[in-house]
């Protein structure tokens, strides 16, 4: 998938499926059943390996390379 093209993880994917619906890292854990601390990390490592700053860059990285 275009994703893999960026490296990142299944669980990065699913967290950043969920950034476009404005959840915070506490509602992403929740979501997925994990800590809200583990949530951040896949939320940094997303900016990080998509070379965005902020969950709007994010989001708009992803659904212009059709990663959500």
């Known amino acids: 998938t275009a994703a893999d093209g960026y490296g990142l993880t299944p669980r990065e994917r699913d967290v950043l499926r ?10 992403i854990g929740d979501t997925l059943f994990i800590a809200e601390r583990t949530a951040q990390t896949h939320v940094q490592n997303i900016f990080t390996k998509l070379g965005v700053n902020s969950r709007a860059e994010a989001v708009a990285f992803a659904a212009a390379h059709r990663l959500v």
């Open 18 to 27: 969920l950034l476009p619906r404005g959840f915070t890292n506490r509602e």
